[in-house]
């Protein structure tokens, strides 16, 4: 969220985001010793809040997704992470997924949303992600569109 230019696309799976005013249920094990390593300003929220103007302006395509009964609890930050992203008004995608944990089937499953998240954004920029018709269709929309206002 520094520097979004410097990305093509961004997609977190179950990201150990750590809610701010996280509690004992976010900080077991390893994650305390995350929040206490990291800095308050070092966080990816304050890192969102303080670049969002850039990070709207980009269009940097950025997908979440996380199981609501992940065993780290990364859904309560990734939620959060979600809402911040909502009320900034940037596009992303969010999926919660419902019954998923960390590990088992979803462990399965996300890495191949995340990899044909990254995959459209790479074909979307590349310019191969529609046909000459899609194109000539959308140009007509959007003349169409421009003409309602």
Same mark, same amino acid.
């Given at each position: ?27 077991? !094990?390893?994650?305390? #010793?995350? #929040?206490? +390593?990291?800095?308050? =300003? ?11 103007? +850039?990070? %709207? ?9 996380? !199981? =609501?009964?992940?065993?780290? %609890? ?5 939620? #959060?992470? *979600? %809402? ?6 940037? !596009?992303?995608?969010? *999926? ?17 949303? +995340? ?6 954004? #790479?074909?979307?920029?590349? !310019?191969? =992600?529609?046909?000459?018709? =899609? ?15």
């Amino acid at each position: 969220m520094a520097a979004p230019e410097r990305w093509q696309a961004i997609a977190a799976i179950a990201p150990a985001v750590l809610p701010e005013n996280a509690g004992p249920r976010n900080t077991f !094990g390893v994650l305390a #010793q995350l #929040q206490e +390593a990291m800095a308050e =300003d070092d966080s990816v929220l304050h890192r969102l809040r303080t670049n969002a103007n +850039a990070v %709207r302006a980009s269009g940097l395509p950025i997908f979440l997704r996380v !199981g =609501d009964r992940d065993m780290f %609890r990364m859904h309560d930050g990734t939620e #959060q992470l *979600h %809402r911040a992203l909502w009320d900034a008004d940037i !596009g992303h995608e969010y *999926h919660l997924v419902h019954g998923a944990d960390h590990v088992g089937p979803e462990a399965l499953a996300a890495p191949r949303a +995340a990899f044909a998240f990254v995959g459209a954004a #790479q074909r979307r920029a590349a !310019g191969t =992600d529609r046909s000459d018709a =899609d194109r000539a269709s959308e140009v007509e929309w959007r003349a169409w569109a421009e003409s309602r206002h």
